[in-house]
C-alpha cells in the first residue's frame, strides 16, 4: 500500500504546482487590470477637467469653446446643480460632495 500513498503525493504536488501557476497568472491578469484602470482614471480626470475649462485637446466643430450658463429656466444645460440644490465640487482622488 505505500504505492498508493506516493501516487497521491505525486497527484497532490501536480495539483499544487497547477495551482500556483494559475495564482502566478491570476496575479499578473490583476496587476494589469490595476494599471488599465488607473490609466482609465487618469483620462477621466484629464476629460473632465477640460469640460471644466472648456480648452480641450479635440476640437469639435462649432464648439470652440464650451459656454455653460447657470441661467435657470431658460432651457439651457447646465451641469451645476438643480435649482435649490448646491453645486456639486469634484476634487481629484474623492467623490463628488455637494457643497454647503
Same mark, same amino acid.
Given at each position: 500500500?505505500?504505492?498508493? $500513498?506516493?501516487?497521491?503525493?505525486?497527484?497532490?504536488? #501536480?495539483? $499544487?504546482? @497547477?495551482?500556483? !501557476? =494559475?495564482?502566478?497568472?491570476?496575479?499578473?491578469?490583476?496587476?494589469?487590470?490595476?494599471?488599465?484602470?488607473?490609466? #482609465?482614471?487618469?483620462?477621466? @480626470? =484629464? $476629460? $473632465?477637467?477640460?469640460?471644466?475649462?472648456?480648452? *480641450?485637446?479635440?476640437?469639435?466643430?462649432?464648439?470652440?469653446?464650451?459656454? !455653460? *450658463?447657470? *441661467?435657470?429656466?431658460?432651457?439651457?444645460?447646465?451641469?451645476?446643480?438643480?435649482?435649490?440644490?448646491?453645486?456639486?465640487?469634484?476634487?481629484?482622488? =474623492?467623490?463628488?460632495?455637494?457643497?454647503?
Amino acid at each position: 500500500m505505500p504505492t498508493d $500513498l506516493i501516487a497521491e503525493i505525486r497527484t497532490a504536488r #501536480a495539483l $499544487l504546482r @497547477d495551482e500556483e !501557476v =494559475r495564482t502566478h497568472g491570476a496575479a499578473i491578469e490583476l496587476q494589469n487590470c490595476r494599471q488599465r484602470e488607473k490609466k #482609465a482614471k487618469v483620462e477621466l @480626470d =484629464r $476629460l $473632465l477637467d477640460e469640460l471644466e475649462t472648456g480648452e *480641450s485637446r479635440y476640437t469639435l466643430p462649432g464648439f470652440d469653446r464650451l459656454e !455653460v *450658463s447657470d *441661467s435657470g429656466g431658460n432651457g439651457q444645460h447646465t451641469p451645476l446643480a438643480a435649482a435649490g440644490e448646491a453645486p456639486i465640487l469634484r476634487v481629484k482622488g =474623492r467623490k463628488a460632495k455637494p457643497q454647503p
